[in-house]
């Protein structure tokens, strides 16, 4: 069983988490807005992954015995100036979104639930890739600069990404 501050933050996270893909989804529209179909479906893939953040938090909750309580979630922006701007933004929220779970991870500690702690953990972890990899995107757009050979070479590699379900072994 979960204490109560724990159940409210983790709620609190489960919206964090599907802002975030409702965030992405709205940079994937632009990217489509803009004919960048690379770009569209690295973000895209994103906003998939989202969700499953949230999910992992929803589904842990539940096996705690706490609740589950959906609350409104904010509209994103739906523009940007660039595609420097969006990926700089999406590295800038992937930079709050850890500084959220480190707040979690600190709760956990004080609250002293070491079950929590020890989940949080993976989104430690998956918090460096995540920043890591808008990171490398906004480094990319910033080598190719106006040039529009370089957007090209990067919109063709980003569209190579897939969005895979986890299977049992990797969901963990
Ligand atoms: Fe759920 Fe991109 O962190």
Request: glycine share 6%; aromatic share 12%; charged share 25%.
């Amino acid at each position: 069983m979960m204490n109560e501050t724990i159940r409210e933050a983790f709620n609190k996270q489960i919206n964090a988490e599907l802002y975030s893909s409702y965030l992405y989804l709205s940079m994937s529209a632009y990217f489509e807005s803009i004919n960048l179909a690379g770009f569209a479906q690295w973000m895209r893939c994103q906003a998939q992954e989202e969700i499953l953040h949230a999910m992992k938090f929803y589904d842990y909750v539940h096996e705690r015995g706490g609740t589950v309580a959906l609350t409104a979630i904010d509209g994103p922006p739906t523009s940007w100036d660039s595609p420097l701007n969006a990926f700089e933004e999406a590295y800038r929220h992937e930079r709050k979104v850890t500084e959220m779970i480190n707040d979690l991870v600190d709760l956990a500690i004080v609250e002293r639930d070491h079950a929590s702690n020890n989940f949080l953990q993976w989104f430690v972890a998956e918090q460096v890739e995540e920043e890591d990899s808008a990171d490398k995107v906004v480094q990319s757009l910033k080598l190719a600069g106006h040039q529009g050979g370089g957007l090209f070479m990067i919109d063709r590699e980003l569209g190579t990404r897939v969005f895979t379900l986890p299977t049992a072994d990797t969901a963990e």
